[in-house]
């Protein structure tokens, strides 16, 4: 099994920070992406995050220059250091990972718990 564990949100006012963590546990050989995603209240989940296993990094253009993404490989561990905040970045964010059990085997997705993330204007 695989846990991850989304942590950091919270209430804020606009121009405020914060920091998430999303920390990756259990049966693990490989992960090949760990993301952040979001969902507003109505709205649908949105990728606002996601780096590879090369350590590429992707950014929605919407969070661009505000928010900024970074692991600890070693602790199977990601962050989003999230500046600037408006009250439209409210949403719940999740954690995702894309990981492999063991050589050779498929890739499976993992989501995480959730964490509420509000902006007060």
């Known amino acids: 099994q695989v846990q991850l564990v989304e942590s950091g949100g919270g209430l804020v006012q606009a121009g405020g920070s914060l920091r998430l963590s999303c920390a990756a546990s259990g049966n693990i050989f490989s992960i090949q992406t760990m993301s952040w995603y979001r969902q507003a209240p109505g709205g649908q989940r949105e990728l606002v995050a996601l780096?590879?296993?090369?350590?590429?990094?992707k950014y929605a253009d919407s969070v661009t220059g505000r928010f900024t993404m970074s692991r600890d490989s070693a602790k199977n561990t990601v962050y989003l250091q999230m500046n600037g905040l408006k009250p439209g970045d409210t949403a719940i964010y999740y954690c995702y990972a894309l990981l492999a059990y063991k050589s050779g085997s498929n890739w499976y997705q993992w989501w995480g718990q959730g964490t509420q993330v509000t902006v007060s204007s």
């Open positions: 780096i590879n296993s090369t350590g590429s990094i």
